[in-house]
C-alpha cells in the first residue's frame, strides 16, 4: 500500500496509472512514494530515491492484509513528511487508505504543516472534515491561508480504496479509485 507525492499536477490516466502500478510508475514526477508494508516503526523509506524519510506520527500498528502488510493509522496516528511548502505550483498526493468506522475529528491521512501556528500557512494535508467521520479535504497553504478544503471526499470505512488530490492552479479535483469525485 503506497502513498505518493507529485510536484505535477497529474490527469485522470495518470492518477489510474498509480493506483493499479504504484507510484514509481511516475519517474521523475516523483517527489516521494512510501510504502506502508515496511515493517520499522521509526521511519518510512523514499521508494523515489530522493531520500525524502517520512515518518509515522505515533506508533502505527503492522497489519496483516491478504493483499501484503500495511499500517494502522487511526487518526491520531499518520504519516508525517516534509513535503516542501508547495505554494500555488501544482501537485498530486494521494494513496491506498482503508479508514476505520470511527476516526479522530480533523484525522491526518497524510500531514506536512510547514506553518508557525497561524503565520506563513504552508504544507499540505489529507485531513478528515472535523466530526463527520471519513469525509477528507486537501489543506494546501500558499503562506497567507488555506485552500482546498470547500471540496470534500466520502471514503467508505474498513475497505481498501485509493484516494488522490490533485491540484492545477487554482483547480482541486478529488479521485477515488480513479474516479473524479469532486472539483
Known amino acids: 500500500r503506497d502513498v505518493f507525492v507529485a510536484p505535477s499536477a497529474l490527469d485522470v490516466e ?3 496509472q498509480v493506483m493499479s502500478q504504484g507510484p514509481l510508475m511516475l519517474g521523475d514526477r516523483l517527489w516521494a512514494g512510501w510504502s506502508m508494508d515496511e515493517q520499522s516503526v521509526g521511519e518510512v ?3 523515489s530515491g530522493h531520500e525524502h524519510t517520512a515518518r ?3 506508533t502505527p500498528q503492522p497489519l496483516r492484509e491478504s493483499s501484503g502488510a500495511a499500517r494502522g493509522f487511526d487518526g ?7 513535503v516542501p511548502p508547495l505554494g500555488e505550483s501544482d501537485f498530486a498526493l494521494g494513496g491506498w487508505v482503508r479508514p476505520e468506522a470511527e476516526q479522530t475529528p480533523w484525522a491526518n491521512l497524510l500531514s506536512s504543516h510547514n506553518n508557525h501556528g497561524n503565520t506563513n500557512l504552508r ?3 489529507l485531513e478528515q ?3 463527520h467521520t471519513n469525509r477528507f479535504y486537501l489543506i494546501a497553504g500558499n503562506g497567507a491561508g ?3 478544503t470547500a471540496l470534500t471526499t466520502q ?3 474498513d475497505r481498501w480504496q485509493h484516494f488522490a488530490v490533485v491540484r492545477r492552479g487554482t483547480h482541486v479535483i478529488h479521485y477515488l479509485d480513479g474516479q473524479v469525485t469532486a472539483e
Not at 76 to 82: E, F, I, T
Open 14 to 16: 495518470q492518477i489510474r
Open 45 to 47: 523509506h523514499d521508494l
Open 56 to 58: 509515522p506520527l505515533g
Open 76 to 82: 491520531q496516528r499518520c504519516l508525517v513528511a516534509d
Open 123 to 125: 504544507g499540505v494535508s
Open 129 to 131: 472534515d472535523a466530526a
Open 146 to 148: 488555506w485552500m482546498g
Open 155 to 157: 471514503l467508505q470505512a
